[in-house]
């Protein structure tokens, strides 16, 4: 035999070896081939470097040098298969493929409303706004006496409100945040309140039991009606784009007066109508309005010197509006397919 044929018969033996390593499916089969390639019986690599003995005296220094390299090369192949069908052996599962693409690592994401929430603070934070907060089970009178709801109001019935004891109530609104940050701040107040407030509503499309409110608060000398507009128009226009149009609509609060609701055009439609803003071309966002002199006295401050606005928003509502989402408990599914869409 020369050195070139058994070369050649190395580099046969090395090309094929790591494929019937790799087709070994099980520990067993892995035997085989190991006998079959390394084996000190009949190895085909045993075989060959027997014949190292036959090559030219001077040739067989290379021959050793080539020889060992490969089998090298199949031992390591051989263990590094060993390991894996032993693992895979141990967990029951199949041997383990480190040519399979990664797993997409989940980031997680912030739930629409909590991204309102977060947007709204902001804008306001801006203002020079801070945050208030209040308790979620409060006092009947917080809830409703200090803000002016007159003794046999309809929003105080068992039907409406959520009671936990015979004067504590689960808040309906963010609003007894108002008589709390006055009683504890001198003006000036600029507080922002945002938190969960519950209504004895049943659980439909449009109505949740437990939602979200931000409430908005403004006390100093000579705050008008003029403040209470600017800026909540302001806040349209940097939280919709810089283009909202909005419209105050006269409406009631036993806390405010005057109040008013705004509205902004509708994001979907632009003002044409459609389902979202029942064609009306309108969303309602909040309520508003200058605090009821009544208020500031139950907190503590003199109405003549002070004049306050107010505002309370549902950014529940306003995440609906934005993204058309068609049912209000989709909200509270905690699903992760909807959620995931919300990952920035
Ligand atoms: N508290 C009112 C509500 O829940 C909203 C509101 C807040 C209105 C502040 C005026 C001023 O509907």
């Known amino acids: ?25 099980d520990l067993d089969a892995w035997t085989e081939v190991r006998n079959a390639l390394v084996g000190r019986q009949s190895g085909r690599l045993t075989d060959l470097l027997a014949n190292l003995i036959q090559l030219p005296k001077e040739d067989r220094r290379e021959g050793g040098i080539r020889a060992n390299t490969v089998k090298v090369a199949i031992e390591e192949a051989l263990e590094a298969r060993r390991l894996a069908l032993a693992a895979a052996a141990a967990t029951g599962g199949p041997a383990l493929d480190p040519t399979m693409p990664a797993r997409e690592r989940w980031r997680g994401a912030v739930h629409p409303v909590s991204l309102v929430i977060d947007e709204v603070v902001e804008i306001f934070r801006e203002l020079g706004f801070t945050i ?46 108002q008589v709390r940050t006055l009683q504890q701040y001198p003006p000036p107040v600029r507080v922002l309140a945002p938190g969960n407030v519950y ?15 931000i409430e908005g608060l403004v006390v ?37 007066e005057p ?26 966002i909040l309520g508003s309005g200058m605090v009821h002199p009544a208020v500031l ?26 993204h058309g989402i068609p049912d209000i408990r989709i909200l509270y599914d905690s699903d992760v397919r909807f959620l995931d869409q919300f990952a920035r």
């Open 297 to 322: 006295e139950a907190a503590g401050l003199d109405s003549e010197k002070y004049t306050g606005w107010a505002f309370g928003m549902g950014p529940a509502r306003t995440a609906i509006s934005r």
């Open 259 to 284: 109040s008013a609701e705004m509205d902004v055009q509708c994001g979907v439609c632009r003002g044409a109508g459609c389902g979202v803003c029942k064609q009306s071309g309108w969303v309602e």
């Open 132 to 177: 208030a907060l209040g308790p979620e089970a409060e006092h009947a009178w917080y809830n409703f006496g200090a803000l002016n709801f007159p003794p046999d109001h309809p929003a105080m019935d068992l039907h409406d409100t959520l009671y936990v004891g015979d004067e504590q109530v689960l808040r309906t609104h963010t609003s007894p945040v």
């Open 199 to 213: 209504r004895s509503d049943p659980f439909d499309p449009s109505h949740a039991p437990m939602f979200s409110q």
């Open 220 to 256: 100093d000398e000579g705050v008008s009606f003029a403040d209470l507009k600017a800026t909540l128009s302001h806040f349209a226009r940097r939280f919709f784009g810089p283009t909202t149009k909005t419209r105050f609509r006269p409406s009631y609060f036993p806390f405010t």
């Open 1 to 25: 035999m020369t050195l070139s044929e058994f070369l050649a018969s190395l580099d046969a033996l090395a090309a094929e070896a790591p494929a019937r390593i790799e087709a070994a499916a």
